[in-house]
């Protein structure tokens, strides 16, 4: 119950206290004539009289209407709690001289009261009604409800007077001119400065893509490719069309210049800012932005096939689509930009298959379930959702059943919704609780902490191997997924990029001049464990929530993602949790379960080669790369307590005793390397390295011996 009421306390803070007066007015009035009918009743002059009085929380929700829907009657959907009350009013009216008719009419007033009532506590709307206005009126509207509820604005440390100043012009502009464009390219610039993936603009231009905050002045051109920037350095073409390709400009083709600018130039100087919280985001899909950004024709420079470099002129040849395109490829998101495209998440959310006979997936896109009452008044009020843990359960069990023994979980564009549907998954997982997330109020510029929402250890499947899928398309209550199951020891968060940066609660909306722009904002405050907003960037832009593994963006990685359209990402998952497989059984085969290496031979000495190395906590890439030098060099252990380890010619001299490796310069023998010898098998860990050895062949000693 303490958390229920924290959070209750938390929603009253979060609540529109205007509209709460509007609606406890009615409900009061509501009170006050179930009073006076138990009064009246039996006397007929009265009872008229309360008729009559039964119509006013009709006449209020009227006269509220008139204030706060005029000129936008969309908010009647947040508002239609107080509505639907002062309908329910005239309910009794017929019936109230007779005994049982009023008895039925009241109780169902009563309970559509109750419920009304406990629903506008926790979801009373930070509604701003500006449609009215001028622009310029609007705009500056706009700024003093985001200036006053703005649940990051100490956080993210904005100054709403400074930005003001800095668009208003732009604003005043659009109004002389009466360009709506404008004015909604001033109110974009204007929200993207706060770099904050809650707040957004809706617009009613159909011709912005969904993968982007783009401005109505950036509308993308279409030159017959999209670029990418690889992790070293280079941008390249993908997505590439005939135009370009007769040109001699291919997917993989390097792009050294961009409308004549240098292509790195151009990547910080003419991509517009689009609002993206992690700095290190908007900088992995700069290049994808900068391929739409020209006139009608650019000059376009690459490196040809001969190494030398071209210029061409391209041509903008209409619609945009390679861009588009590649931001589908980039997100693994067949339809990103597209109308369905919440619905397209929906039908894959909690969705699971085997990958192969050891490896398990699970598809977490939305974090909402098909009983939407549950999740908001039990597993949001509770913070305990035991529906979603169940149903999580059922279907890692199942999955066990065919086989599972490690498991991938894909949060790539995942929408969000209640982290408490996060956390249950994470409750299976975890050994302890954990008091990581919590749900506060905002008071004087500063934060403090109502309930907390954390996670209840039921550690089920603690014991296995599991990486989570992210990337910055992973927003809100997938954000929070993507945090809390990185912080525990048997998952490692994973993707090309980080997740986007954000997981307030939204709520707050204000509506522009004319009804055809408006922003929304977030009011709802989410903390951490140590009190601070939960997740959220500062104004340093560097993210609180990163991955542990980055997954590489090469030359073959983009081929296989914007050219083949191949899943890389889920891919590059299934190698590194068989890699984490092999080496945990590797392992556990070696020592016993304290982690000593047991069986040791007593017999050292002797001519060996190498045959694996593993760095100790070691990235996937790192793996990959030992690969190419694992199976390379010998070690030979001299019966005088000297040994050496030489590859390519080059030797690294050692001394050893019967537990330790030493460099031979280690004098002091501080610094030793424990090793084992199992059957002609040597391992020795340096606490970096783990390497084997096995033993030469009669053969491969004499023709070791030969070559030396």
Not at 226 to 246: F, K, P, R, S, W
Not at 426 to 439: G, I, K, Q, W
Not at 702 to 708: T, V
Request: hydrophobic residues 40%.
């Amino acid at each position: 119950m303490k958390t229920f009421f924290g959070t209750l306390l938390h929603r009253l803070y979060t609540s529109n206290i205007e509209h709460l007066i509007w609606f406890g007015t009615v409900v009061v009035i509501m009170i006050i004539l179930a009073v006076l009918h138990h009064r009246w009743k039996g006397n007929d002059k009265k009872i008229h009289l309360w008729r009559m009085l039964c119509i006013l929380p009709a006449i209020i929700a009227v006269v509220h209407a008139f204030i706060y829907l005029r000129g936008f009657p969309d908010f009647i959907f947040g508002y239609f709690p107080l509505y639907g009350i002062a309908l329910f009013a005239l309910l009794p009216i017929p019936f109230a001289k007779r005994k049982n008719g009023y008895r039925i009419t009241a109780v169902v007033v009563g309970l559509v009261t109750c419920g009304f009532t406990f629903y506008f506590l926790g979801m009373s709307p930070f509604y701003f009604n500006h449609s009215r206005e001028s622009y310029t009126e609007s705009f500056h509207s706009l700024v003093k409800d985001m200036n006053r509820n703005y649940i990051l604005k100490e956080w993210k440390e904005v100054d709403f007077a400074a930005l003001e100043e800095k668009y208003m012009p732009m604003v005043r502009e659009a109004e002389q001119e009466q360009d709506e464009d404008k004015f909604a390219d001033a109110i974009m610039m204007f929200c993207c400065e706060l770099h904050d993936g809650h707040v957004h603009v809706i617009t009613d231009d159909k011709d912005r893509i969904g993968c982007a905050s783009y401005t109505s002045s950036y509308k993308p051109c279409e030159y017959g490719l999209a670029m990418v920037q690889l992790d070293n350095g280079n941008v390249i073409a993908v997505c590439t069309t005939d135009e370009v390709h007769e040109v001699g400009i291919e997917d993989g083709t390097v792009i050294t210049k961009w409308n004549g600018k240098d292509i790195l130039q151009a990547l910080k100087e003419d991509v517009p800012d689009l609002g993206m919280p992690v700095k290190a985001n908007a900088d992995r899909v700069a290049a994808m932005v900068l391929s739409g950004i020209g006139e009608e024709t650019i000059d376009v420079s690459f490196i040809d096939k001969s190494g030398m470099e071209q210029t061409v002129t391209l041509t903008d040849l209409g619609l945009p689509h390679t861009q588009l395109e590649a931001f589908r490829a980039y997100r693994h998101f067949e339809k990103l930009g597209e109308e369905d495209e919440f619905q397209s998440l929906a039908d894959e959310n909690f969705s699971t298959k085997m990958l192969d006979d050891k490896c398990a997936y699970l598809r977490l896109c939305v974090e909402s379930s098909d009983n939407g009452f549950y999740d908001i008044f039990v597993g949001y009020m509770t913070g305990n959702h035991a529906n979603a843990r169940e149903m999580f359960r059922e279907k890692l069990r199942d999955l066990k059943a065919q086989g599972m023994e490690y498991l991938i979980i894909d949060l790539r564009n995942n929408d969000g919704g209640y982290d408490e549907i996060a956390n249950a998954l994470c409750d299976l997982f975890a050994t302890e609780d954990m008091d990581h997330y919590a749900v506060g109020a905002r008071k004087n510029g500063s934060y403090k902490r109502t309930a907390i929402h954390g996670i209840r250890g039921d550690g089920e499947f603690a014991g296995m191997k599991v990486v989570a899928l992210t990337n910055y398309g992973c927003l809100s209550a997938g954000d929070g997924a993507s945090l809390y199951l990185s912080n525990l020891p048997n998952v490692t968060l994973a993707g090309l990029t980080d997740p986007y940066g954000c997981n307030q609660e939204t709520g707050g909306v204000s509506v522009l001049s004319g009804g055809h722009v408006y922003v929304g904002f977030p009011v709802g405050l989410v903390l951490d464990g140590n009190g601070d907003p939960n997740i959220d960037t500062r104004a340093d832009r560097i993210s609180r929530n990163p991955v542990e593994e980055r997954i590489p963006l090469n030359y073959d990685a983009a081929m296989k993602i914007f050219r083949d359209k191949e899943d890389y990402e889920l891919e590059w998952a299934v190698q590194y949790l068989e890699n984490a497989y092999a080496y945990d059984n590797w392992i556990d085969s070696v020592t016993d379960e304290q982690g000593v290496y047991i069986g040791q031979d007593k017999e050292v000495v002797g001519y060996y080669k190498r045959i694996g190395i593993a760095k100790v906590g070691g990235t996937y890439e790192e793996m990959l790369e030992l690969r190419d030098i694992e199976k390379r060099g010998y070690l030979v252990a001299a019966d005088d307590g000297t040994a050496y380890f030489e590859l390519d010619g080059e030797k690294t001299e050692y001394v050893f005793d019967s537990g330790n490796f030493y460099l031979s310069k280690d004098t002091d023998r501080a610094n030793g390397f424990r090793y084992t010898c199992i059957n002609g098998r040597l391992i020795i860990d340096d606490g970096t390295f783990i390497t084997q050895y096995l033993r030469l062949t009669d053969e491969e000693l004499a023709s070791y011996i030969g070559r030396n």
